[in-house]
T-cell receptor, first 113, second 116 residues
């Protein structure tokens, strides 16, 4: 069955540390890839997305993600996190231009000041 | 930007009663809206796809008679949890897709349902 895996359920970092959150999916066809963020008490917001072209995608707030097709991965990165990045991060995949988004289980990030 | 609202933000009800949750696209028209359910510490699971003017499409394992969806206008979809039971307690989130665009969904803030 198609699935999306986020390996890190909880991540704790100090400010200015670098961040990398893993996301892997299981599907051999065409995919569209997304990272969403949910700040405490707020709704899901789109951080970035990949549809085609340059596999290194830049999003809002200094985040970027790299699509590595051979590894079925779409890891999220940020070189230097801030306290305000404390949130839950969800990877999502849409397969074969389907309307459905399949979400990973989420990663809770806590950034200590 | 595109804003999606949900009402109520939280609701507590007695077992056996029905609860209606509204999802509105405030500044755009949405021919398609999606309803998700999120259990604590788990991911969002798609329940159904709501299409304006037609019947909703339910995901496998979701009871359509229990989770009634109505999408009567281009800006409003409703989810009614009928004869709610404690196991229906969850966080319900809707999203909306901008008319004419298939690439991005905008999410509402969610509704926390607690059934006593």
């Amino acid at each position: 069955a198609q699935s999306v895996s986020q390996h890190n359920h909880h991540v704790i970092l100090s400010e200015a540390a670098s961040l990398e959150l893993g996301c892997n999916y299981s599907y051999g066809g065409t995919v569209n890839l997304f990272w969403y963020v949910q700040y405490p008490g707020q709704h899901l917001q789109l951080l970035l997305k990949y549809f085609s072209g340059d596999p290194l995608v830049k999003g809002i707030k200094g985040f970027e993600a790299e699509f590595i097709k051979s590894k079925f991965s779409f890891n999220l990165r940020k070189p230097s996190v801030q306290w305000s990045d404390t949130a839950e991060y969800f990877c999502a995949v849409r397969m074969d231009s389907s309307y459905k988004l399949i979400f990973g289980s989420g990663t809770r990030l806590l950034v200590r000041p | 930007g595109a804003v999606v609202s949900q009402h109520p933000s939280w609701v507590i009800c007695k077992s056996g009663t029905s609860v209606k949750i509204e999802c509105r696209s405030l500044d755009f028209q949405a021919t398609t809206m999606f309803w998700y359910r999120q259990f604590p510490k788990q991911s969002l699971m798609l329940m159904a796809t709501s299409n304006e003017g037609s019947k909703a499409t339910y995901e496998q394992g979701v009871e359509k008679d229990k989770f009634l969806i109505n999408h009567a206008s281009l800006t409003l979809s409703t989810l009614t949890v009928t004869s709610a039971h404690p196991e229906d307690s969850s966080f319900y989130i809707c999203s909306a897709r901008v008319q004419g665009r298939t690439d991005t969904q905008y999410f509402g803030p969610g509704t926390r349902l607690t059934v006593l």
